[in-house]
């Protein structure tokens, strides 16, 4: 088995995993097959000359982390990725702030991680990149002669066209985008938004539903819907303490319908709207007055980016005019807890809420959705509200599906969720849990790992055209496209344009290498 090389933003740190994330089946996957996880250890040093790689080795898995600068933290980190990347890729073009200070710094991180890994590298490795923080790593990679199969999976949406050619620097990281081979996400919608970027602004061209023929390349694009780990998170939910938890939340004198929202404290997750349809809940339906608790729990994220300190100001004021209006001395109507909770908490809390409201603005999957519902008690289950923009939804047609911009909707479905008779609540938990199953986290790195390791298809029609062609036959001591990726003054559009013809010939050249090497012979 190949080894595999995890490249991530942050390195999870063994001895913090909460069991059941995302992160803890990604370790699992490297302790079985022995691995590399590669990336940021978290820390910030002053300076520049304070940066060195670490390694540290935990049976089969090797860590090798390096720490950010100050400036590349505040320029990089909170600038490019989470000020202009993040809401972009969200659809929230008003939060975006671009600099070309902050693409600079994105530009140089990856290239300073790239050389850091590239030495550590065996020609079969199989590398496997995750999130937008990264989206340059493959083609800094190739420009240190990496031939090796290197995929890339993005966690958020991949936005229409229309939007993503709002950053400055977009074709240049669509070009980078194109020197990974396997590229996966989380939805068809964000998978056909991203090959039509390709098609109809870079000159691509569909072979398969999967596959694209773009600047001289052969890349598969596909979906993989993250998931979670269904049985470790119903183990925990049905613990001994989790039972208690759970009598807890319905002692005598509690309301009886509990519903549950749980999300990092981030612009994204509607938590503002959710708030707001609450209310109307409380206003459209008023017999649920002392009768429904909603219990939001939103650790803080990011707080250095305004537009995160700003979401948590209007927060705090929202369940404090709703629990000043409709509160009494026995009854709060909004919990909120503003700080993180252990995950078998969190298990018990989903299992003992009748409602699950899952009501992001736009999400590339949310991977509460999924928990909640494999916390549940499946002779009593709970019932889930889920937004209509989360990824999620693509596959979990049996939830409650809602626009969370129209609070009046969602308080609708609320309501509708408070009465439903138990037996459609049976039906619809039975198809929901069959469904995060097929999709759980294990069968979402296998899948991807899957499309990684694969041979190329056989590709040898993919060359028919004379500039695939051309570009096998050009020798391979071409220029390194580290010179042209520094060149181009951070990265802009007018400098994009002669980028995108000479940006990757080494990567064309090698791909195509490859192909016709491996392709069967007529
Ligand atoms: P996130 O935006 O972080 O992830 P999500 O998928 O909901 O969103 O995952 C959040 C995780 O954090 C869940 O496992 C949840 O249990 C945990 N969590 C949230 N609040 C918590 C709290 N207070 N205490 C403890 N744990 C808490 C990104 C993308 C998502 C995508 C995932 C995975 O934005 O769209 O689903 O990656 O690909």
């Known amino acids: ?79 490019f990725c989470n000020a202009a990347l993040w809401p972009v890729h969200h659809y929230r073009l008003d939060l975006a702030r671009f600099t070309p200070e902050s693409c600079e710094a994105y530009r140089r991180v990856n290239s300073r991680f790239a050389e850091a890994l590239a030495p550590q590298l065996n020609p079969d490795d199989l590398i496997w990149v995750h999130d937008y923080h990264l989206i340059p790593f493959a083609a800094e990679l190739r420009a240190h002669g990496v031939r090796n199969r290197i995929g890339f999976f993005l966690h958020i949406p991949f936005p229409p066209p229309d939007v993503l050619v709002a950053v400055p620097e977009h074709e240049w990281l669509m070009e980078a985008m194109c020197a990974y081979d396997v590229v996966g996400f989380q939805t068809r919608t964000d998978q056909a938004n991203f090959c039509r970027f390709l098609c109809e602004a870079m000159g691509g061209e569909m072979v398969t539903p999967e596959v694209v023929r773009v600047s001289g390349r052969v890349l598969t694009a596909s979906v993989f819907p993250a998931g979670v780990c269904v049985d470790s998170f119903s183990a925990m939910a049905t613990r001994p303490e989790a039972e208690k938890r759970i009598q807890w939340l319905h002692r005598r004198g509690e309301p009886r319908t509990n519903i549950i929202g749980v999300d990092r404290l981030d612009y994204t997750k509607g938590l503002p709207d959710r708030f707001r349809s609450f209310k109307r809940l409380l206003e459209l339906y008023p017999e649920n007055r002392k009768a429904v608790t909603l219990m939001q729990i939103a650790p803080p994220t990011r707080e250095e980016v305004k537009a995160y300190a700003d979401i948590r100001h209007e927060l705090e004021a929202l369940s404090g005019e709703i629990n000043g209006q409709f509160g009494d001395f026995d009854w709060t109507p909004v919990r909120y807890v503003h700080r993180s909770v252990p995950r078998d908490t969190l298990a018990a809390l989903y299992r003992g809420s009748q409602i699950g409201l899952v009501t992001p603005l736009r999400d590339g999957m949310n991977l509460v959705a999924k928990e909640y519902v494999a916390a549940q008690d499946e002779t009593d289950p709970g019932v889930l509200v889920l937004s209509r923009f989360a990824g999620a939804a693509e596959d979990l047609e049996e939830a409650l599906i809602v626009n969370p911009y129209d609070t009046d909707e969602v308080a609708q479905a609320m309501q509708h969720a408070i009465l439903m008779p138990k037996q459609e609540k049976i039906e619809r938990h039975t198809a929901l849990l069959a469904r995060v199953r097929e999709h759980d986290a294990r069968n979402w790195m296998e899948g991807f790992l899957q499309a990684l390791d694969a041979p190329p298809a056989p590709l040898a029609s993919l060359l028919s055209t004379p500039s695939a062609t051309f570009d096998a036959l050009q020798p391979w001591g071409v220029p390194a496209p580290t010179a042209q990726l520094s060149a181009a003054p951070n990265g802009r559009a007018t400098a994009s344009r002669g980028f995108r013809s000479a940006a990757m010939p080494q990567a064309h050249s090698i791909r195509a290498a490859e192909i016709i090497s491996t392709a069967p012979r007529a």
Not at 8 to 31: E, F, M, Q, T, W
Not at 40 to 53: R, T
């Open 1 to 79: 088995m190949k080894r595999l090389v995890v490249v991530s933003n942050r390195v999870a740190d063994p001895g913090c995993l909460a069991s059941g994330g995302l992160a803890v089946c990604i370790l699992d996957g490297l302790k079985e097959r022995g691995g590399v996880w590669f990336g940021w250890n978290g820390e910030i040093v002053a300076s520049e000359a304070e940066i060195g790689v670490s390694c540290r080795r935990d049976g089969k898995v090797t860590f090798v982390t390096m720490p950010i600068s100050e400036r590349d933290y505040k320029e990089h980190y909170l600038g």
